[in-house]
């Protein structure tokens, strides 16, 4: 089944520069920045500027430069955050959110970076 990115979702009108960001940092394939509804102290927002739905998507079509910018340019955030443990930080989770069962709110492909207390159990389960 072909992926079908909505070039109208906020992300895509944060990288035309449609509406304001708090940008960490920018590469040629990468952007990072807050998120607006931290729930974390640090609670940050990867995305490729290519127009790529979820991480399926982005592994299957994007190109090897992407691919690597996106990865080393996360390896660098969380080290600059403090948060790396290869460079003596506490530690930090990585979601990735894909389609509906994982209540994936914005369809373009993005990875939160959540650090800065303790985040407990990685899922909490219903009772
Ligand atoms: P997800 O459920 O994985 O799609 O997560 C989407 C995330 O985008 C949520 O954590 C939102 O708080 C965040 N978000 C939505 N709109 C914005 C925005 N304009 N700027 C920064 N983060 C946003």
Same mark, same amino acid.
């Given at each position: 089944? $072909?992926?079908?990115?909505?070039? #109208?979702? @906020?992300?895509?009108?944060?990288?035309?520069?449609?509406? $304001?960001?708090? =940008?960490?940092?920018?590469?040629? %394939?990468?952007?990072? /920045?807050?998120?607006?509804?931290? #729930?974390?102290?640090? %609670?940050?927002?990867?995305? $490729?500027? &290519?127009?790529?739905?979820? !991480?399926?998507? /982005? &592994?299957?079509?994007?190109?090897?430069?992407?691919?690597?910018? /996106?990865?080393? =340019?996360?390896?660098?955030?969380? !080290?600059?955050?403090?948060?790396?443990?290869? =460079?003596?930080?506490? &530690?930090?989770?990585? @979601?990735?959110?894909? &389609?509906?069962?994982?209540? #994936?709110?914005? $369809?373009? /492909?993005?990875? %939160?970076?959540?650090?800065?207390?303790?985040?407990? !159990?990685?899922?909490?389960?219903?009772?």
């Amino acid at each position: 089944m $072909p992926y079908d990115y909505d070039d #109208q979702n @906020i992300f895509a009108k944060i990288l035309r520069g449609e509406i $304001p960001n708090k =940008t960490i940092c920018e590469t040629e %394939h990468t952007l990072a /920045f807050h998120d607006i509804r931290p #729930q974390a102290p640090v %609670h940050v927002l990867v995305i $490729p500027k &290519g127009a790529y739905v979820n !991480a399926d998507h /982005f &592994g299957a079509e994007a190109s090897e430069a992407e691919i690597v910018d /996106f990865y080393r =340019t996360l390896a660098k955030l969380s !080290a600059d955050l403090g948060v790396a443990p290869g =460079t003596g930080g506490a &530690g930090y989770r990585v @979601i990735g959110n894909a &389609g509906p069962d994982s209540h #994936q709110e914005v $369809p373009h /492909f993005h990875m %939160h970076i959540l650090a800065g207390r303790s985040l407990g !159990a990685m899922l909490v389960h219903p009772a």
